[in-house]
């Protein structure tokens, strides 16, 4: 079992669907075979109903089987999709089940180093214990695969075959659990690494459940829009590591591949940039696909077919700025209007705790209203997943505790096996730890609250060190998009090896991530009695100097956002260092690692 807690709903799904799947075993005469239940996806929070392990009766060698459980009984497809289904008494549409436990296997087959070269020995099925097949004949139209089989209660001795030809009912399944359970991991696919290739050739990412279900969405609604004339609207909201921006990505490919006029934009420069250098390398065509939100201003109307507006917090009121044409300032609308207009299908992916400066407006309530208030279909899609942070919900609800933003109250972090945090003692110690993860051939980046002055550099071609604690100084990364000495432009701090050294702000690192991230929380945000509280007055970024336009409130937030960021960028560990004495000891107080990394990686 996977130990996490659940609610007596689960419960008792648990306990119907666990006992027909044990009843069928026995009759099935395998006893022996293993079964893990609820088995958590590598690297993400994703678990599978349960997974068989046994040995193959033909080739003797390991045999894995997929199961993912329905308890429905009356499902049809949706609006005409082969990808997405109708459930009755399930609102919204779900993912094929076939799809579903296909990917699954797909996904095993990626990660875990026991299955690199047996990709055979791994097959899935969906079994809706419940219906019978006139009652789900549309999800039965689907052409299944040995990963992708469908059963229903009808085709129940159809499942028994299937299991005693995937699983030998003499061999015990106890050796192929172990090697399974304790396999290597191969580390996540880094979203920029593949970003080119993802938008020129084929999927290079496995997208599970709720974020197959998003991109199923809004090809779907691409489909409808043209043929009704009718805008549709889709939201996708989910915290860090969630996987919005490899959505976003895969559906450009996608839609570039069907010769769809689509665009990709978000509201940050130094994501933008670097999509551009690394989606669109060798690509001038591939580079203007990146776009900001201010970019639609003069747009035609539906004048593409999908604008995918990634980071879609960052939107603001309006796209005017110091360099907008006075003649644009007169005729300027809400940057919402703007973007919704500019296509048949707008898309925007959003974390709503990832809001960290004055002005910024995107959230999924604000969205919604303006597409409904247009009268347009809005489909919302939200994700729960973690793909970041060694798949580690518990690390990611404990951040939020932490800081407040979840009505919770901090707790205790002993460790879950999943992710690695640490508090370091000094910056020294912070920095030197970082530096063997570097050494290591790991990323690992530095990153700190805008506590300290920001000097232009020197005129020698050398950044100032303003980041000061005692003896230890570091500069901030360089202000612009060009690089200074060896020290890489701003937007790329977060992927240029030589972006070790300077420390990120949270504009550098936000829509980022890295295998160690090392935060530093200056003295806007400090512990006193038990909790953290902001200090609005050591915060030097410029934004934030009037009240009549950030109010303390709005402050208060925009800070524990601002760290919320910078503690969720690592994908496989965290040290955090407070230069606040006291905030450093209820740091210390909070993190008693009881159950250290346990992720073995190739």
Not at 145 to 152: A, K, L, P, V
Request: charged fraction near 25%; hydrophobic fraction near 40%.
């Amino acid at each position: 079992m996977s130990g996490h807690g659940v609610g007596q709903s689960e419960r008792n799904s648990w306990a119907r669907s666990l006992s027909i799947l044990a009843q069928d075993l026995a009759d099935a005469g395998l006893d022996d075979v293993e079964v893990l239940i609820e088995y958590q996806l590598p690297l993400t929070s994703r678990r599978v109903d349960a997974v068989l392990a046994g040995v193959h009766p033909e080739s003797g060698a390991d045999s894995f089987v997929v199961i993912e459980l329905k308890q429905w009984s009356y499902a049809t497809g949706y609006e005409d999709s082969d990808t997405l289904v109708d459930v009755e008494h399930v609102a919204g549409p779900r993912l094929h089940p076939g799809i579903q436990v296909g990917e699954y296997c797909e996904y095993l087959v990626d990660f875990l180093g026991l299955l690199s070269d047996q990709r055979n020995t791994v097959r899935g099925a969906a079994y809706l214990h419940n219906a019978v097949d006139r009652d789900v004949a549309d999800l039965l139209q689907r052409p299944a695969t040995e990963q992708s089989r469908i059963f229903t209660k009808q085709r129940r001795g159809a499942f028994l075959d299937y299991l005693r030809a995937s699983l030998d009912a003499a061999e015990p399944g106890a050796g192929a659990a172990d090697r399974f359970l304790n396999s290597t991991v191969r580390p996540s696919r880094h979203l920029l690494t593949y970003a080119a290739r993802e938008i020129r050739e084929r999927s290079h990412f496995t997208l599970l459940d709720e974020q197959r279900i998003a991109y199923e969405l809004v090809l779907h609604a691409v489909e409808r829009a043209r043929s009704a004339d009718r805008k549709r609207v889709v939201v996708v909201s989910g915290g860090p590591g969630s996987g919005k921006s490899v959505i976003a990505l895969s559906l450009l490919g996608e839609l570039a591949r069907q010769g769809r006029p689509a665009l990709h934009a978000t509201g940050s420069r130094s994501f933008t940039q670097t999509l551009r250098r690394y989606a669109g390398r060798g690509s001038s065509r591939t580079k203007n696909l990146f776009m900001y939100f201010n970019s639609f201003m003069t747009a035609e109307r539906n004048g593409i077919d999908v604008l995918i507006c990634d980071e879609a917090h960052r939107i603001r009121e309006t796209s005017v700025n110091r360099f907008t044409r006075a003649t644009q300032r007169q005729s300027a609308r809400a940057q919402l209007e703007e973007l919704v207009a500019a296509a048949w299908v707008p898309v925007f992916l959003l974390d709503e705790h990832q809001v960290v400066k004055p002005g910024e407006l995107g959230n999924v309530e604000i969205i919604t209203a303006y597409a409904k208030q247009l009268d347009l279909e809005v489909d919302v899609v939200p994700l729960h997943d973690q793909f970041r942070c060694g798949g580690s919900e518990a690390y990611e609800q404990w951040v939020l505790d932490l800081l407040g933003l979840a009505g919770g109250k901090p707790s205790v972090w002993e460790g879950d096996g999943r992710f690695d945090l640490r508090v370091a003692d000094s910056p020294e110690e912070l920095e030197a730890f970082l530096a063997t993860k570097e050494a290591a051939g790991e990323t690992a980046r530095m990153s700190a609250g805008y506590c300290w002055p920001w000097s232009d550099p020197n005129r020698d071609d050398t950044l100032v060190p303003d980041v000061k604690i005692g003896t230890w100084s570091r500069p901030w990364n360089v202000k612009s998009d060009r690089s200074v000495g060896e020290a890489p432009g701003s937007p790329f701090w977060a992927t240029d090896p030589n972006g070790f050294g300077q420390v990120g702000c949270v504009y550098t690192a936000q829509g980022f991530e890295y295998e160690w991230s090392g935060v530093i929380i200056g003295p806007d945000l400090v512990a006193r009695d038990g909790r953290l509280i902001t200090r609005r007055e050591e915060c030097k970024d410029p934004a934030f100097r009037s009240r009549k336009s950030v109010s303390d409130d709005e402050a208060d937030k925009l800070i524990r956002n601002t760290y919320k960021v910078l503690m969720t960028r690592g994908m496989r560990g965290t040290v955090v260092y407070a230069a606040d004495e006291e905030t450093r000891a209820f740091l210390r107080g909070l993190v008693q690692i009881h159950r250290g990394l346990e992720t073995v990686y190739e």
